[in-house]
C-alpha cells in the first residue's frame, strides 16, 4: 500500500484533521488535509524541531527513545510519532480536534505505523 493511502487511512477518523509524514529535514513528504485544518507544511517543519528536541531531553534524561510526543491545545492535540527507516529519520504528525478521539487514533497508528515504515523501506 502507498504511504499517501496509509495517511488517508488515519486521516479517516473522524477525529483527525490532518496527517503527515515529515523528513528530518522539516519537508512533509506526504499529507492529508481536511477543509479548515492548519497549514501541515509549516506544521511539519516545526514538528521536526520539536522531535530534536524531545530526543535532546530523552538523551538527558537516559529515558530511552521517544516513542511519541503530545502537545494538547484548547482546540485539539498534536501528536509526533518518530519512525526511522533505515537509519533515516521520519516524523509522522497528527492534528486532532478533541482529545476524547486521542485512545482511537493511538490504536490505527499501532496498526498503520509499521506498514508505513515498511512502505518507506
Not at 486521516?11 to 529535514?25: F, I, K, Q
Not at 534524561?61 to 533515516?88: I, N, Q, R, S
Request: net charge negative.
Amino acid at each position: 500500500m502507498a504511504i499517501q493511502e496509509l495517511l488517508e487511512q488515519l486521516a479517516s477518523d473522524d477525529g483527525v484533521t490532518a496527517v503527515a509524514l515529515v523528513g528530518e529535514d522539516g519537508f512533509v513528504i506526504e499529507s492529508v488535509r481536511k477543509e479548515g485544518a492548519a497549514d501541515i507544511d509549516f506544521v511539519g517543519g516545526a514538528a521536526t524541531s520539536a522531535m530534536a528536541s524531545s530526543r535532546a531531553i530523552a538523551d538527558h534524561l537516559k529515558k530511552g527513545e521517544v516513542e511519541e510526543v503530545m502537545v494538547e491545545y484548547d482546540e485539539g492535540p498534536l501528536l509526533l510519532v518518530p519512525l526511522e527507516v533505515a537509519g533515516t529519520q521520519y516524523s509522522l504528525v497528527l492534528l486532532l480536534n478533541h482529545v476524547q478521539n486521542l485512545g482511537r487514533v493511538r490504536f490505527q497508528l499501532k496498526k498503520v505505523r509499521p506498514r508505513i515504515q515498511e512502505a518507506l523501506a
